[in-house]
T-cell receptor, first 113, second 113 residues
Framework: AQSVTQPDIHITVSEGASLELRCNYS??????LFWYVQSPGQGLQLLLK??????LVQGIKGFEAEFKRSQSSFNLRKPSVHWSDAAEYFC???????????FGKGTKLSVIP | DSGVTQTPKHLITATGQRVTLRCSPR?????VYWYQQSLDQGLQFLIQ???????AKGNILERFSAQQFPDLHSELNLSSLELGDSALYFC????????????FGSGTQLSVL
């Protein structure tokens, strides 16, 4: 069965600092990997996705993520965090031909001005 | 605004009751997905419909059912409600069957008292 682990429940960073959110997945075949962001009172918005090809993927809002097959990881990064990035971030996995995403439990990001 | 509309935004009901949650997908999207978000379980896939047909089923209880109508809107019916059914229920839509990019609504917050 597929699964996603986000080991950090809550992270606090200062505005302007760099950010890395960790994600480890378990999937028997080639995974499709996603990062979604959820702002308070809102639904989830897709930040970026990896299906194949270049293992470093660029997303919206200045985010990027790197797929590392050997580590079963898909960590999300941003070089300089803005106060508006405060939200909850979810990593998810699915596979080719699969119709359901399996989400991690999420990492809540707080940003100190 | 994702273009996915969910009603109502909030629902308060009692144990044993039945409720219906409604979702209107983005214009042109044929797939509708239902997810449940709770503090203990996180985001769990419930069910997917594609162009009126059930496509995939996840962790959906037998007390829950869903359907997608010819105009592509979907309803999630929850019956014999229990306290543990209190959660945020999200609908998402996508233009294809594979769910490679999901557009989420803002959710319906269900409180069972």
């Amino acid at each position: 069965a597929q699964s996603v682990t986000q080991p950090d429940i809550h992270i606090t960073v200062s505005e302007g600092a760099s950010l890395e959110l960790r994600c480890n997945y378990s999937y028997g075949a080639t995974p499709y990997l996603f990062w979604y962001v959820q702002s308070p009172g809102q639904g989830l918005q897709l930040l970026l996705k990896y299906f194949s090809g270049d293992t470093l993927v660029q997303g919206i809002k200045g985010f990027e993520a790197e797929f590392k097959r050997s580590q079963s990881s898909f960590n999300l990064r941003k070089p300089s965090v803005h106060w508006s990035d405060a939200a909850e971030y979810f990593c998810a996995v699915s596979g080719a031909g699969s119709y359901q995403l399996t989400f991690g439990k999420g990492t809540k990001l707080s940003v100190i001005p | 605004d994702s273009g996915v509309t969910q009603t109502p935004k909030h629902l308060i009901t009692a144990t044993g009751q039945r409720v219906t949650l409604r979702c209107s997908p983005r214009s042109g999207d044929l797939s509708v997905y239902w997810y449940q978000q709770s503090l203990d379980q996180g985001l769990q896939f419930l069910i997917q419909y594609y162009n009126g047909e059930e496509r995939a089923k996840g962790n959906i209880l037998e007390r829950f059912s869903a359907q997608q109508f010819p105009d592509l809107h979907s309803e999630l019916n929850l019956s014999s409600l229990e306290l543990g059914d209190s959660a945020l229920y999200f609908c998402a839509s996508s233009p294809d069957r594979g769910g490679e990019k999901l557009f989420f609504g803002s959710g319906t917050q269900l409180s069972v008292l």
